[in-house]
């Protein structure tokens, strides 16, 4: 596997929509592995695929230690909200107050092109709409309550 190159804010292809994955490939499960890779050297908890600059809806989330590999993605169910803080791998340094749901319900496909569903609450949840977002060329700084704030800075004024 590889560490890819995460593209950051700014970089056309993070503002495209992503195309349906119709079969697994040699090349995606590489590029699945890679995902992992990229994300867990970035300190990460979600990558999407255009984010290493690949056009296809799929999505890696590891919030507690189970990594979910998510191809053609959707939300089935949303209920409630939460409201916190939220970074992104192609906004370094950065982060911002935004607002998403408490719970979610999504169904996805596995690199078996299993079909399987999950149901989530808090970071899980943001995650997965957060990463589902980048496939439809949404990032999370065009839904920030207020300013976008350096990350460095705030850690600074807690200490």
């Known amino acids: ?21 119709r079969e697994m490939t040699p090349r995606l499960r590489e590029l699945i592995g890679d995902m ?14 255009p984010q290493v600059g690949i056009l296809k809806r799929i999505v890696v989330i590891d919030v507690d230690g189970t990594p979910y590999t998510m191809i053609n993605p959707r939300i089935l169910e949303s209920r409630d909200t939460q409201t916190g803080s ?3 791998l192609s906004v370094p340094g950065k982060a911002g ?14 690199e078996d092109m299993e079909r399987y569903e999950v149901e989530a609450e808090g970071l899980l949840a943001r995650a997965i709409c957060h990463e589902l977002d980048h496939l439809d060329g949404v990032m999370y700084v065009d839904l920030v309550e207020g300013d976008i ?6 850690e600074e004024d807690e200490e």
């Open 1 to 21: 596997m590889a560490i890819r190159n995460i593209r950051e804010l700014g970089d056309d292809i993070l503002r495209k929509n992503c195309r349906e994955v």
């Open 36 to 49: 992992y890779d990229t994300m867990y050297e970035a300190q990460g908890v979600g990558l999407a695929a």
């Open 86 to 88: 939220e970074g992104c």
């Open 97 to 110: 107050i935004v607002t998403r749901p408490a719970y979610v319900k999504a169904e996805a496909w596995n």
């Open 149 to 154: 704030y350096d990350v460095e800075a705030a």
